[in-house]
Structures are given as structure tokens and as C-alpha cells.
């Protein structure tokens, strides 16, 4: 469904991204992760059209994307979770909501969408009158989520979805991604947190300084004592565990 290959970012003349490639298919839950400053936030706006690519291409559905406007990769099904929630504060959590639907295919579907989200998150229901800026941080990143599933999107973006969540409500959150994964959706998660990442991953991608590092799947993966380590706490004494036949 989406192909990024070799892709090149920059901010001004410092290299962000150098030769980055993933891709993620149809119906594949693939996450990447990797440490603060790697530059998995970098890489998602570039996904999602809101950071210029200095070279390399961007594919959808075998159609080429690397220059089109965020407003058009929209179009095409693609829908964003951002880092940071960015809710319009002054707003209900209904407006909120609504304003994922504009696309006309998915406002169609705004009753039906809108039942679905009230029953993944019933708090929402009860506050939907309420002004999204005074929710909890859980509860904002509850009204980002259900934001994005109003677009009825066939690619979803998510960016560090556990940012500032205390550890029950990060529970919550990767099991309602999970589920929705299990619906059907083709889902791109970039996540700081690999342990939650890897555990509902088909696919993963470890991006450092830049650059891809590692790949996989998560099995494979935590049998990287440098993953382990580096991203799980775990003291291996520097013993590499036996591969998988």
C-alpha cells in the first residue's frame, strides 16, 4: 500500500533523514521506533506530505505521492494521529470529532463513525458538549484517535500515541490500535515506546541518527541484543540470544 524509498529529508542543510526506506502492505500493522532525535517525527510529517522530500520517492498504491499536498494525500485515504494530540482546544470533543469527516466519502458515514468512536470511547460520548481543551491527556489523545477514524481512512498515521500518558491509559490506547489494526486497517505507527510497539507489530523498523537500522519482524528484532538493550532495559551480560532456525 505505501513504499518509501530512499528518502532524504533536510532542515535547511542538516540532514534529518539519509536513504530511508519502508513500506507497509495492505492490512500491515508496522511500527517504527527508535530513540528521541532519531527523527521518526521528521519521517511521518514527510509521509504525510508536510515536510518537503529532498530526494527519493513516495509511493500509494503504486501511485507516485512525493510531491502532492498533504490535502491530497488526504484524499487518496491517508489520516494522521499527530504527536502532541493538536485538538482545536476551544472546541467540543464533537466538533472535534466532525472535523475528520470533511472529505466527502467520509461524511457519508458521520452517524455510523461517529456511534463507532462513542463505543470504542464512551467518555467521549458523555463529554462530547465538553471543550476538548480541558480533557485529560488521555482523553485528548482519545479525541485524536476518533478524529482520524472519522476520515474512514485506509492508511493510518500515528505519531507516538503514548507521549505524556500515564502507563494505564498507554495500555488503553495500543489495545484500541490493536483492534482497529484487526479490523482491517493498514496502520504506520512511530513510537518511542518499543516494547508496546513491537508487541502488536507484524513489521518493524529501527530507525537511528537518521537512518534504518534494523528491520523486520518483532521476534526477529528482539533477538538483537543492541534492541534489547537499547530499547527494552534488559542486561544481556553481551550475550546475543541463539536465532530461530
Known amino acids: 500500500m505505501l513504499e518509501a524509498r530512499s528518502l532524504d529529508v533536510a532542515y535547511g542543510d542538516a540532514p534529518a533523514l539519509r536513504d530511508v526506506s519502508l513500506s507497509v502492505g495492505a492490512g500491515e500493522l508496522v511500527a517504527v521506533v527508535g530513540p528521541n532525535g532519531a527523527g521518526k517525527t521528521t519521517l511521518v510529517n514527510a509521509i504525510a506530505r508536510l515536510l518537503p522530500i529532498r530526494s527519493g520517492s513516495l509511493r500509494l498504491?503504486?501511485?507516485?505521492v512525493t510531491t502532492i499536498a498533504a490535502k491530497d494525500l488526504c484524499r487518496r485515504g491517508?489520516?494522521?494521529i499527530?504527536?502532541?494530540r493538536r485538538l482545536f482546544a476551544g472546541m467540543t470533543v464533537e466538533e472535534n470529532?466532525?472535523?475528520g469527516c470533511y472529505r466527502r466519502d467520509a461524511r457519508r458515514f458521520r452517524l455510523e463513525n461517529l456511534e463507532r468512536v462513542y463505543g470504542m470511547f464512551p467518555v467521549l460520548r458523555q463529554r462530547r458538549r465538553q471543550a476538548a481543551g480541558t480533557l485529560s491527556g488521555g482523553q485528548q489523545q482519545m479525541v485524536a484517535i476518533g478524529r482520524a477514524l472519522m476520515a474512514c481512512p485506509?492508511?493510518?498515521?500515528?505519531?507516538?500515541?503514548?507521549?505524556?500518558?500515564?502507563?494505564s491509559i498507554v495500555e488503553q490506547v495500543?489495545?484500541?490500535i490493536r483492534d482497529i489494526h484487526a479490523g482491517g486497517a493498514s496502520i504506520?505507527?512511530?513510537e518511542q515506546n518499543a516494547a508496546q510497539a513491537l508487541a502488536i507489530a507484524d513489521r518493524a523498523y529501527v530507525l537511528e541518527g537518521g537512518r534504518i537500522v534494523?528491520?523486520?519482524?518483532?521476534?526477529?528484532?528482539?533477538?538483537?541484543k543492541h534492541i534489547r538493550e537499547a530499547y527494552l532495559g534488559e542486561d544481556t551480560g553481551g550475550r546475543d540470544m541463539a536465532m530461530s532456525p
Open 82 to 84: 499527530p504527536e502532541g
Open 214 to 224: 534494523s528491520e523486520g519482524p518483532p521476534a526477529k528484532l528482539l533477538q538483537q
Open 78 to 80: 491517508v489520516a494522521m
Open 97 to 99: 470529532l466532525e472535523i
Open 174 to 176: 495500543f489495545t484500541v
Open 154 to 167: 485506509r492508511l493510518l498515521l500515528i505519531d507516538e500515541p503514548s507521549l505524556g500518558l500515564a502507563p
Open 188 to 190: 504506520l505507527l512511530i
Open 61 to 64: 498504491e503504486d501511485e507516485d
